[in-house]
Nanobody, 123 residues
Framework: QVQLVESGGGLVQAGGSLRLSCAAS????????VGWFRQAPGKDREFVIG???????YYTDSVKGRFSISRDNAKNRVYLQMNSLKPEDTAIYYC?????????????????WGRGTQVTVSS
Protein backbone atom coordinates (compact mmCIF):
# COMPACT_ATOMS: atom_id res chain seq x y z
CA GLN A 1 0.00 0.00 0.00
CA VAL A 2 1.54 3.27 -1.19
CA GLN A 3 0.44 6.89 -1.05
CA LEU A 4 2.14 9.40 -3.35
CA VAL A 5 2.45 13.19 -3.18
CA GLU A 6 4.08 15.27 -5.91
CA SER A 7 5.74 18.63 -5.31
CA GLY A 8 8.09 21.06 -7.01
CA GLY A 9 5.95 22.28 -9.87
CA GLY A 10 5.73 25.91 -10.85
CA LEU A 11 6.29 28.48 -13.56
CA VAL A 12 9.58 28.54 -15.45
CA GLN A 13 10.82 30.19 -18.62
CA ALA A 14 11.72 28.16 -21.69
CA GLY A 15 15.23 26.77 -21.35
CA GLY A 16 15.00 26.66 -17.58
CA SER A 17 15.03 23.77 -15.15
CA LEU A 18 12.72 22.32 -12.55
CA ARG A 19 12.99 19.42 -10.13
CA LEU A 20 9.89 17.49 -9.12
CA SER A 21 9.68 15.23 -6.13
CA CYS A 22 7.42 12.25 -5.49
CA ALA A 23 7.15 11.49 -1.79
CA ALA A 24 5.83 8.05 -0.93
CA SER A 25 4.53 6.35 2.15
CA UNK A 26 4.87 2.63 2.60
CA UNK A 27 7.53 0.32 3.96
CA UNK A 28 7.78 -1.64 0.69
CA UNK A 29 8.26 1.37 -1.60
CA UNK A 30 11.65 0.08 -2.73
CA UNK A 31 9.92 -2.83 -4.48
CA UNK A 32 7.82 -0.53 -6.70
CA UNK A 33 8.35 0.69 -10.22
CA VAL A 34 7.72 4.45 -10.42
CA GLY A 35 6.67 6.34 -13.50
CA TRP A 36 6.02 9.98 -14.28
CA PHE A 37 3.12 10.91 -16.54
CA ARG A 38 1.89 14.28 -17.75
CA GLN A 39 -1.42 15.53 -19.02
CA ALA A 40 -2.16 18.77 -20.82
CA PRO A 41 -5.73 20.09 -21.29
CA GLY A 42 -7.56 18.18 -23.99
CA LYS A 43 -4.83 15.55 -24.30
CA ASP A 44 -4.37 12.00 -23.08
CA ARG A 45 -2.18 11.20 -20.12
CA GLU A 46 1.31 10.63 -21.53
CA PHE A 47 4.16 8.52 -20.20
CA VAL A 48 7.27 10.61 -19.63
CA ILE A 49 9.89 8.61 -17.75
CA GLY A 50 10.09 5.73 -15.30
CA UNK A 51 12.47 3.86 -13.04
CA UNK A 52 12.61 0.25 -11.84
CA UNK A 53 13.53 -0.92 -8.37
CA UNK A 54 17.03 -1.61 -9.70
CA UNK A 55 17.24 1.95 -11.09
CA UNK A 56 16.93 1.08 -14.76
CA UNK A 57 15.31 4.03 -16.53
CA TYR A 58 13.00 4.35 -19.52
CA TYR A 59 11.78 7.50 -21.22
CA THR A 60 9.87 8.85 -24.16
CA ASP A 61 11.90 10.25 -27.05
CA SER A 62 10.59 13.78 -26.54
CA VAL A 63 12.45 14.14 -23.22
CA LYS A 64 15.64 12.25 -24.09
CA GLY A 65 18.69 14.21 -23.01
CA ARG A 66 16.59 16.71 -21.06
CA PHE A 67 14.84 14.79 -18.28
CA SER A 68 16.28 12.32 -15.80
CA ILE A 69 14.82 10.27 -12.96
CA SER A 70 16.35 8.97 -9.76
CA ARG A 71 15.18 7.37 -6.55
CA ASP A 72 16.24 7.45 -2.94
CA ASN A 73 14.63 4.47 -1.26
CA ALA A 74 15.92 5.47 2.18
CA LYS A 75 13.87 8.67 1.89
CA ASN A 76 10.96 7.06 0.02
CA ARG A 77 11.35 9.60 -2.77
CA VAL A 78 11.66 9.69 -6.53
CA TYR A 79 12.91 12.78 -8.33
CA LEU A 80 12.30 14.09 -11.82
CA GLN A 81 14.96 16.54 -13.00
CA MET A 82 13.76 18.56 -15.98
CA ASN A 83 16.24 20.66 -17.94
CA SER A 84 15.96 22.68 -21.15
CA LEU A 85 12.24 22.98 -20.64
CA LYS A 86 10.00 23.80 -23.58
CA PRO A 87 6.50 25.29 -23.69
CA GLU A 88 5.18 21.92 -24.90
CA ASP A 89 6.28 20.42 -21.57
CA THR A 90 3.50 22.38 -19.88
CA ALA A 91 1.17 19.93 -18.15
CA ILE A 92 0.12 18.47 -14.85
CA TYR A 93 2.77 15.94 -13.86
CA TYR A 94 1.73 12.80 -12.00
CA CYS A 95 3.76 10.25 -10.10
CA UNK A 96 2.55 6.65 -10.30
CA UNK A 97 3.72 3.37 -8.78
CA UNK A 98 3.22 -0.36 -9.13
CA UNK A 99 4.78 -3.50 -7.67
CA UNK A 100 6.34 -4.56 -10.96
CA UNK A 101 9.73 -5.51 -12.37
CA UNK A 102 9.47 -3.42 -15.53
CA UNK A 103 8.26 0.11 -16.30
CA UNK A 104 4.77 0.16 -17.82
CA UNK A 105 4.19 2.96 -20.30
CA UNK A 106 0.39 2.96 -20.14
CA UNK A 107 -1.41 4.67 -17.28
CA UNK A 108 -3.87 1.86 -16.59
CA UNK A 109 -1.03 -0.47 -15.59
CA UNK A 110 -0.29 1.53 -12.43
CA UNK A 111 -2.05 0.96 -9.11
CA UNK A 112 -1.11 4.11 -7.17
CA TRP A 113 -1.24 7.76 -8.21
CA GLY A 114 -0.53 11.15 -6.75
CA ARG A 115 -2.80 14.12 -7.38
CA GLY A 116 -0.31 15.88 -9.64
CA THR A 117 1.69 19.09 -9.71
CA GLN A 118 1.40 21.81 -12.34
CA VAL A 119 4.37 22.66 -14.53
CA THR A 120 4.05 25.72 -16.75
CA VAL A 121 6.77 26.72 -19.20
CA SER A 122 6.50 30.19 -20.69
CA SER A 123 7.83 31.09 -24.13
Amino acid sequence: QVQLVESGGGLVQAGGSLRLSCAASGRTFSSYVVGWFRQAPGKDREFVIGITRTSSTYYTDSVKGRFSISRDNAKNRVYLQMNSLKPEDTAIYYCAAKAEMIVPTTANRYHYWGRGTQVTVSS
